[in-house]
């Protein structure tokens, strides 16, 4: 979910060139809802076909568009933006019913040391006597018969790369009219100092 400036919006899939729409792969992003089209969701999608998600947005322009959140609707002027970013990343690790999925990592009940392992069940004994673990179908066990694990050390990996995260970028409207001025009086600052060094040179 990506959460814009009041303003800002999706941009249209007919302004988008080829090569924006080539690294987005197909990336589907939609408006949160008709009132909100400054919110914009994306996904489900894998995370081995989008390690990183490509968001083209489409910026106010300024003085034309009206921020409805000020007062008065006041224009939207040039200046900083910023956009907040949020993702989940991975799936749930307890069903409905309330068990664990096979998404999480499994853990030794109780100290002791292991007796077998009979496909996904794993023995232990422990000193109140033989306790059974069973994992979950897939999971990778980690651990021998034979070997001694203390209470919730690891029986297995964790597959669970998953999580939510957030982040904060900031967007820069700049007026080209300012960036025209700001050029001129550099040049006309550089060519000053030019001819201060020159005329100095010419005394010397």
Do not use: H
């Amino acid at each position: 979910i990506a959460v814009m400036p009041e303003g800002f919006k999706l941009a249209p899939k007919d302004r988008l060139p080829k090569s924006l729409k080539k690294q987005m792969k197909g990336l589907a992003w939609s408006a949160y809802s008709k009132e909100k089209p400054n919110v914009v969701v994306a996904g489900p999608v894998p995370g081995q076909t989008y390690p990183s998600l490509v968001l083209p947005v489409l910026a106010p322009d300024p003085g034309k568009t009206t921020n409805t959140n000020t007062k008065n609707g006041a224009p939207v002027d040039y200046g900083k933006f910023f956009i907040y970013v949020g993702a989940n990343r991975g799936r749930g690790q307890v069903y409905p019913e309330g068990n664990n999925s096979n998404n999480m990592q499994y853990t030794s009940p109780t100290y002791g040391k292991i007796s077998s392992i009979d496909g996904l069940k794993i023995t232990i004994e422990g000193k109140d006597g033989p306790v059974v673990s069973e994992v979950g179908a897939g999971a990778d066990i980690v651990v021998k018969v034979g070997e001694t694990v203390a209470k919730d050390e690891p029986l297995t990996t964790n597959p669970n790369v998953g999580g939510f995260g957030q982040e904060e970028k900031e967007i820069v409207i700049q007026d080209m009219q300012r960036e025209y001025a700001y050029c001129a009086i550099a040049f006309a600052l550089f060519l000053s100092q030019i001819s201060f060094v020159l005329k100095k040179k010419q005394f010397e």
